[in-house]
């Protein structure tokens, strides 16, 4: 029964698996990402009700006053449980029935987690609701999405000042969420525009026509506030990345999980990447990213421009294998980076579980030295989730 | 040593009859504690089960009123929350009602899947495959089929339906399409009576759209706790309780305890009577052996050898008494589970009790209470057995001198008694047990006096009707002169009989007092309410466009309307009727305080009525004020009067409607009398509303006759444990009195085949035993005739009065003591058959012989 063995751990499984819940049983009738289409704001800050899964993916690494460095995760994903609106109540029930507000086929799934570097901690913690009666939602003017407490929003006036926002017009976003011993709030202030990746905004994850999302990223966000560790509040300020796509499709059929790098360079350029793993550990054709040069113009990459290999491995308790350290290559760009987790245990014991973590990169651009940060998730790892993928 | 024990089991063995006589009034006694203690025990039980299906690790809840709490509250604690690092609650809504499926009484509970795994959190966790939500298409299901449910797969296969079967859950009369999507496996007997379904479908189905029955909290330990909770309780509005998980059980629980009083009252009777019947099986085992046991003690047994022998022999009946008790316990107590649940169902709760719960201590209980029963019932016949001289043993007249002594001093123990059970009412203010306690003191009373009673009722006969019969005489005054072996059964009938007797006036005079309330009550023509199980319950409601049609129906001429619910105060949870009344239906109110000119007007202005339960259990007069709890808030009401009221053992306040859809916002109606228009017959004009209904909603729909032969034929159901109880009670007295009377019939034998052989006929001698078998059930109805009196006054005036502030007029019927008229003759007729064809039959010579 739900209420006495649903736990939490059950529940995001089952609303995780929803969105990538492929095969026949898809229904036609979701809205499909099949072709580029302009993103147009705030539209596209906002909730897509009609698509069957959407993510608000926020990563940064961040530094205190005292020097300490930590990095967080904080997405909301929303999964639609149906197309179209759900049937009233039964004819049965008579006319003078009321229907509930709780009715909804919207479900809000958020995911926080904090990196603390010092302190060799990792924590994460998962909130789950209903996109009803405004307990979990998402909306595009003003901007704001949330899950209970935990949200992201668009905020004015002393908060938007705080954050060193020059002009009235430059949006900032307050972010919040808590879990045991850490609560994050921040304001955040976008560095650069939306850049869209794959075919203008369309990545395709497989040949099927509806495995596709709308994806696009804002690689540099400028964030800065708190951390409160075990009640004591810590000045933070860092560098965040958004994520934000959109779909109703999975992955392709022999697709199982993916690595995705986020990395922020010392000079200025950005560089995202996902490598989609098939069934045999394999490259899959459909791997993609986006090179964004210092003054903000994106560069698609196909999987023949990037070549990763993994250096070392890191295994947990449960015996689950994953990739820890990697060096990339861009030929084209002459980029030649080492990737590292600041920890290795980023593990989110999450069902699917998987590895979301703060990195650090060192290497070579054109023959110069560069370093960064960013954030690397690895998916489809952990045995039992191979295929329930799709959230990213 | 091992002669003497020999010599024991050898009795035993030659007696069976005897052996099993005692056994059974032992294990009767026993059985009637556990069965009571078990049924009990159940009913509690499922209650806390039932609390605990749903959410079981929450540590507070939260409520409200009629109406329940908005739901905007949970949505403020679960956005709101201040962000902190320490651990926080976790908060969980839930909608719930009763409703009836394929004829069970169920419990709807909707929950948010979501809200309720985050309370039950991580620790709970369990494999995936139980339905509800833990697969993304039952998610969908759960969340998006229309009506999904979901239920125990027990359950599911006593309603006979399979995943996938389509259901219907009726409300208040309103039947609404479900469909089961899911069982739960391996569920705790809470889940019994627990139909599951999503907060909104729950929502819809119980019209309580925007609000929640409750919200469970379980709040973290230790100081973050603290501090989140004073917190919540800054948070909550007005109208919001926070009270202990378990504090909701407990309360209803109170209402409970009346009832469960009586029971236990009705077993300890049990086991009194049986007491004294082990008493009399020890004293007969005892007064048999007299003969062997002086002849043991002659040839060198000592006194503590006789007294350990006897004692023991009283150890192993107890204890097979009182495993047999067990055993009988067991057995009955399934079925008066279902009694009890059946009871509580229609006065005071819902309980649906489907499992049965055996109390380790019970066990326990009925197993020391046997074996002390046996052993203190066997201590004085063993003392005086082991302290007699061993030549005296052998002359029983030794025994019955001392008898007779005795008698006289049970006299003036008896008087003791009668004293201590007056003075223990005066004393005792409001206690029912001690009132109960006054109670076991008179029948304790009669039972010390029906010896003396029998000796000189039999003494008096005897010298009246020497005259006329030497043999009469003769058969009279053997009576009196063996009180040893007859005394103690007789007494025993004569408290059983005072209890029946006592117990039936109560019961009827009630039943007549109750008449007459509904009488004068019940003054509409016709009433029409929802159905369903519960008092108070908000699901109740008539449908509004129903109402409408009904009130629109051309044969009616004025109604009443009534909103019955249950509603918080600052002495606890009271049921409120919250009542419009049309101009005839004042004369129905029958007050008991309060000044007749200014009450009506009063409670026009909001002042409250309350029935008379209430008022005593609130301890509560006119002019005194009682707070409870309004949608916006606590508010103090004044309290205008008193009326008299049975509808339930716990009260009920009455408040003017109009006030009361003003102050809880709440515009529901439970039930309406209709008055009909002159001329217009009951009977003609219900299948008209039941038209006018037209399949929306099956409603209640009764004239008041129905009503009448409705509430006393529920009125029946509730008293039959107690029937059932005393009648078990009469069959223990009863069956001793046999085995009394059986072993001093065939004691007397020689005598009477003295008396054959000096002329009685065969026919003489059956009449003479059955005459004095008959002339001791007689004894035995004469000295509880009036006890039986006295009995009815105490339970009616004091144990009634006490547990349910009831005043019950008491009303004597002729039936009544003609019920124990002839258990009392049946009885003794009886017993007498056997020894009375024995006296008839036996050969006379073969008798004699033995001299």
């Known amino acids: ?392 | 040593m091992p002669t003497l024990w020999a010599a024991s089991l050898r009795h035993f063995l030659r007696q069976p009859a005897q052996l099993a006589l005692a056994l059974v009034a032992l294990a009767a006694g026993v059985g009637t504690i556990v069965a009571v203690n078990i049924a009990t025990a159940s009913s509690r039980r499922a209650f806390e089960l039932s609390m605990h299906a749903v959410n079981g690790r929450a540590t507070q809840v939260i409520t409200a009123g009629p109406r329940g709490l908005d739901q905007a509250l949970y949505v403020r604690l679960f956005t709101g929350a201040s962000l902190s690092t320490a651990p926080q609650p976790a908060y969980a809504p839930v909608v719930a009602g009763y409703v009836t499926v394929r004829g069970r009484v169920m419990q709807l509970v909707g929950v948010d899947p979501f809200a309720s795994a985050a309370l039950q959190g991580p620790q709970e966790a369990q494999p995936a495959g139980a339905a509800g939500g833990s697969t993304p298409g039952a998610l969908r299901r759960w969340l998006l089929k229309p009506g999904a449910t979901v239920m125990g797969a027990r359950t599911a296969r006593q309603l006979r339906l399979r995943v996938g079967s389509p259901l219907t859950v009726d409300i208040g009369g309103v039947r609404h399409a479900g469909t089961l999507i899911g069982v739960i496996r391996g569920h705790g007997p809470g889940d019994a009576a627990l139909i599951l379904t999503d907060i909104a479908q729950a929502q819809e189905w119980l019209g309580m759209a925007g609000r929640l029955t409750r919200i469970d909290v379980r709040m973290p330990r230790g100081p973050a706790g603290r501090t989140a909770l004073a917190r919540l309780r800054r948070e909550l509005p007005p109208a919001a309780q926070l009270e202990p998980a378990a504090g909701e059980v407990r309360q209803t629980l109170d209402m409970t305890r009346a009832f469960s009083t009586n029971l236990t009252a009705m077993s300890l009777l049990a086991l009194l009577v049986s007491a004294l019947l082990i008493y009399g099986a020890i004293s007969f085992t005892v007064v048999q052996r007299r003969r062997n046991i002086a002849i043991v003690r002659a040839l060198g047994a000592t006194r503590r050898e006789v007294l350990t022998i006897v004692l023991t022999e009283a150890a192993v009946l107890g204890a097979a008494g009182a495993g047999l008790g067990v055993l009988l316990g067991l057995a009955v107590g399934h079925g008066l589970v279902r009694l009890v649940s059946q009871t509580v169902n229609d006065l005071y709760y819902v309980a649906a009790v489907r499992q049965v719960a055996v109390p380790a201590g019970t066990l326990i209980e009925a197993l020391a209470a046997g074996l002390g029963t046996a052993l203190v019932a066997s201590f004085l016949p063993a003392l005086e057995v082991a302290g007699s001289a061993p030549q005296l043993g052998l002359r029983r007249s030794v025994l019955e001198g001392r008898a007779a002594a005795v008698a006289r001093r049970l006299s003036w123990l008896s008087a003791a008694f009668a004293l201590a059970a007056c003075a223990l009412i005066a004393g005792s203010g409001r206690s029912v047990l001690a009132g109960f306690g006054a109670l076991f003191l008179l029948l304790s009373s009669v039972a010390a006096v029906t010896p003396s009673v029998l000796r000189a009722l039999a003494r008096l006969a005897a010298r009246a009707l020497s005259a006329v019969s030497s043999v009469a005489r003769l058969a009279l005054e053997d009576i009196a002169a063996s009180l040893s072996r007859t005394g103690v059964a007789v007494a025993a009938l004569g408290m059983a009989v005072a209890a029946m007797i006592g117990v039936s006036i109560m019961v009827e005079s009630f039943r007549v007092s109750l008449r007459h309330w509904l009488v004068q009550t019940m003054r509409a023509d016709i009433y029409v309410a929802a159905p369903g199980p519960g008092v108070g319950r908000p699901e109740r409601r008539i449908e509004p466009a129903v109402l409408k049609a009904l009130l629109a129906a051309p044969g009616i001429a004025d109604h009443s309307a009534s909103r019955s619910v249950v509603v918080g105060s600052s002495r606890g949870d009271i049921a409120l009727d919250a009542l419009h009344l049309a101009p005839g239906s004042y004369a129905g109110i029958e007050l008991t305080a309060g000044d007749p000119r200014t009450v009506w007007s009063s409670y026009r202005h909001g002042a409250l009525l309350l029935s008379e339960s209430l008022a005593w259990r609130l301890r509560l007069r006119p002019g005194q004020r009682l707070s409870l709890l309004t949608a916006s808030g606590p508010r103090a009401f004044p309290i205008a009067g008193i009326y008299h009221e049975y509808g339930s053992g716990v009260g009920s306040a009455m408040m003017s409607l109009r006030v009361y859809r003003q102050l809880w916002r709440d515009d529901s109606i439970t039930a309406v009398g209709l008055y009909l228009r002159r001329g217009v017959e009951a009977a003609r004009e219900i299948p008209r509303l039941e038209a006018a209904a037209g399949g929306r909603q099956a409603l209640l729909i009764r004239s008041n006759a129905q009503i009448r032969a409705m509430s006393l034929e529920i009125f029946d159901r509730t008293f039959l444990i107690t029937r059932v109880l005393y009648w078990l009670a009469a069959a223990i007295a009863a069956v001793g009195l046999v085995s009394a009377l059986l072993a001093w019939e065939l004691d007397r034998t020689r005598e009477l085949s003295v008396l054959r052989a000096l002329g009685l006929t065969p026919r003489g001698a059956a009449a003479l035993v059955e005459a004095q078998t008959v002339f001791m059930g007689g004894a035995a109805l004469l000295a509880a005739v009036p006890a039986g009196l006295v009995i009815a006054v105490v339970l009616t005036k004091v144990v009634d009065r006490r547990a349910f502030g009831w005043h019950i007029q008491m009303h004597l019927h002729a039936a009544q003591f003609l019920n124990a008229l002839a258990l009392a003759l049946a009885a003794a007729l009886l017993a007498g058959l056997y020894p009375a064809w024995r006296a008839a039959a036996g050969p006379i010579a073969a008798e004699m012989r033995e001299e």
Request: a positive charge; glycine letters at 12%; one cysteine or more.
């Open chain 1, 1 to 392: 029964m739900s209420v006495r063995s649903g736990t939490l751990a059950v529940l995001t499984a089952a609303a995780m698996t929803l969105a990538a819940n492929a095969g026949p049983a898809r229904p036609p009738s979701f809205a499909q990402a099949l072709a580029p289409q302009p993103l147009e704001f705030p539209r596209d800050q906002g909730p897509h009700p009609d698509f069957r899964q959407e993510w608000w993916y926020l990563t940064g690494n961040l530094d205190s006053a005292a020097g300490e460095r930590f990095g967080f995760e904080l997405t909301i994903f929303r999964f639609a449980l149906a197309p179209a609106a759900p049937p009233l109540p039964s004819a049965a029930s008579g006319p003078s029935v009321k229907p509930s507000g709780w009715r909804t086929r919207q479900i809000y799934l958020g995911h926080f987690a904090i990196t603390d570097v010092a302190r060799h901690r990792f924590r994460f913690a998962v909130k789950l609701s209903r996109g009803a009666l405004g307990l979990a939602g998402a909306q595009a003017r003003p901007f704001r999405v949330w899950v209970g407490n935990w949200r992201i929003a668009r905020s004015s006036g002393p908060a938007a000042a705080a954050a060193g926002s020059t002009a009235a017009k430059d949006p900032v976003w307050r972010l919040q969420a808590d879990e045991r011993g850490y609560v994050l709030s921040l304001t955040a202030r976008p560095l650069m525009p939306p850049v869209p990746n794959g075919e203008k905004g369309l990545s395709r994850k497989s040949g099927e026509p509806g495995d596709a999302t709308y994806y696009y990223s804002i690689p540099r966000v400028a964030v800065q506030g708190t951390i409160v560790r075990d009640g004591r509040p810590l000045k933070v300020h860092g560098l965040a990345w958004l994520d934000r796509e959109w779909g109703s499709g999975g992955l392709g059929p022999q697709e199982v999980g993916w690595k995705w790098f986020g990395l922020q360079l010392e000079d200025g350029s950005c560089l995202m990447f996902y490598a989609l793993r098939d069934r045999n550990g394999a490259e899959d054709p459909y791997s993609a990213g986006t090179w964004v040069d210092r003054h903000g113009r994106a560069h698609p990459l196909a999987r023949s421009d990037v070549r990763i290999d993994t250096l070392a491995h890191w295994t947990d308790r449960r015996g689950t294998r994953y990739p820890s350290r990697w060096r990339l290559r861009v030929p084209a760009l002459g980029l030649d980076l080492t990737v590292r987790p600041v920890l290795a245990d980023q593990e989110l014991m999450t069902s699917p579980r998987y590895w979301e973590g703060a990195v650090n990169v060192a290497g070579t651009r054109a023959g110069r030295p560069v370093g960064g940060r960013g954030y690397v998730e690895l998916v489809g790892y952990a045995g039992a989730t191979a295929g329930s993928a799709g959230f990213r």
